[in-house]
């Protein structure tokens, strides 16, 4: 075997969901483990539900998880003649036939072969009529009705399909386009794909997949069937578990490196090892490592993650992921002021969303107090340690941390005050609530003239609700 080269195969019906993005994962893993070629193919033949937006958001979704492929993205839509011309191929050597069984009277041999306690099968009733093409007629696949097709898969091990269980599966439909099975198999082929990786919802076409490449005397790739991925119920990972769209996820505020750390060890392990760079998922990742059983999905596993990238994260990057994500109105010419916010924030927070939430006071013209917070601590006896601080401010030479912490020390023994009678006002005054950075840190930010301005609105502000 050449070059290892794999594939992604989406339909464009919607939107690029988990399940999708962990294949996608897995391919991208093994050929750029293996030195090999990545190639992207959006199957599009189902005209009536594939659209343009949906293409558009696999395309963006993949991009942002960094998952750049080397070939395509080709479109299944535009080799329509080809897959047409290896169903004349296969009616030509007697390996497929037209079938004018209607919709009908398939419903009813269904219904009898149930009845009977046997498999709901085709009944290869046009199988030896040597039938010509009619308006609506089907063609079938020539299936074997003995032995035994073996589908070495490299996760699940060698499966076992016995042939006479299997259908002479429609390959093209009356309206002239190719069923999904059989395009794939044309497809991949001529693509010279060695490796289909997938989910394990495809395992129970793969032998009759298998049987075509023999047909057309293609070589037979390599199948890995990849396990699903369910809800904490164990049922099928829906929407009801939570969001399951690729790119919800940046809109709620995760990192692209957080949710493909997390979707790799969806079913792939390394020893005991949670967190990877994308480097060690290259280096480290191997097929025999994925497990056989369903994973489960945590919510709360990869929003660990996503908090330990955020904390990772420069702040220059963090401000570029945040660019759609701050409060409308908030002014985003000063990236100094922005990045210093960001480093107050980035150790305190599990999402972006939720970093941009907390940093609104940072942006504020006006501080607005959260009511118990201001009833509690905005108080006429704090008032004169207040002015105080208005006052001695301005003498800090150096407005950094360190200067900051001495200031805050000298101020509370100069008034004989412990630094927590001060503490909470303070933070108040500066945020409008009670939880937030440290003190000091958030002077820091904001720096000495926004200092000064707040705490003298604070004071404004308990004089008028105390007069």
Avoid at 10 to 29: D, V, Y
Avoid at 129 to 148: C, D, E, M, Y
Avoid at 301 to 309: F, P
Avoid at 363 to 374: G, L, M, S, V
Wanted: a neutral charge.
């Amino acid at each position: 075997m050449g070059k290892i080269r794999t594939r992604f195969a989406p339909s464009p019906t919607g939107f690029l969901h988990i399940g999708g993005a962990r294949t996608a994962l897995f391919n991208w893993l093994y050929t750029r483990h293996h030195g090999g070629e990545f190639v992207l193919r959006i199957e599009d033949t189902d005209q009536q539900r594939s659209t343009d937006e949906s293409t558009k958001a696999i395309l963006d979704a993949m991009t942002w998880l960094g998952l750049n492929w080397d070939e395509g993205p080709h479109f299944q839509a535009q080799r329509v003649e080809l897959h047409r011309e290896m169903v004349q191929k296969l009616i030509k050597e007697g390996k497929a036939y037209y079938c004018t069984c209607t919709s009908e009277e398939l419903e009813i041999k269904r219904k009898t072969a149930l009845a009977a306690g046997e498999k709901p099968k085709y009944d290869g009733t046009c199988r030896d009529k040597n039938l010509k093409k009619s308006p609506g007629s089907v063609v079938r696949f020539r299936g074997a009705q003995t032995g035994i097709t073996i589908v070495e898969d490299l996760i699940k091990g060698n499966i076992s399909f016995n042939n006479d269980e299997l259908d002479d599966l429609i390959i093209e439909r009356g309206d002239g386009y190719p069923t999904y099975n059989f395009a794939v198999v044309i497809d991949d082929a001529l693509m010279n794909i060695t490796h289909v990786i997938r989910g394990d919802d495809h395992v129970n076409n793969t032998p009759r997949q298998i049987l075509m490449y023999q047909a057309l005397g293609f070589d037979v790739p390599k199948f890995a069937h990849v396990p699903m991925i369910l809800g904490s119920d164990k049922a099928r990972l829906s929407k009801r578990h939570g969001a399951t769209s690729v790119m919800a996820y940046k809109e709620m505020g995760y990192l692209p490196e957080a949710l493909v750390n997390y979707l790799v060890r969806l079913g792939w392990s390394h020893g005991d090892q949670e967190i990877f760079s994308q480097k060690e998922l290259i280096e480290q990742f191997a097929l025999d490592a994925v497990g056989k059983s369903p994973a489960v999905f945590n919510p709360e596993k990869l929003l660990w993650l996503n908090a330990h990238y955020i904390k990772e994260a420069s702040p220059k990057r963090l401000m570029e992921e945040m660019k759609s994500l701050w409060p409308e109105g908030t002014n985003l010419g000063d990236a100094a002021f922005i990045q210093k916010v960001i480093v107050d924030l980035q150790p305190r927070v599990k999402t972006l969303v939720e970093l941009a939430g907390a940093a609104n006071f940072y942006f504020a013209d006006e501080i607005k107090y959260e009511e118990q917070a201001a009833l509690k601590f905005l108080v006429p006896e704090i008032s004169n340690h207040l002015k105080a601080m208005v006052t001695a401010i301005p003498t800090v030479q150096n407005f950094n941390k360190e200067d900051l912490e001495e200031f805050l020390k000298a101020f509370t023994q100069e008034k004989d005050i412990k630094f927590k009678v001060i503490a909470q006002p303070l933070r108040v005054a500066l945020t409008g609530k009670t939880v937030s950075p440290g003190i000091d840190e958030i002077m820091v930010t904001l720096g000495k003239e926004r200092v000064i301005q707040r705490i003298n609105a604070a004071l404004a502000y308990i004089e008028t609700e105390n007069k």
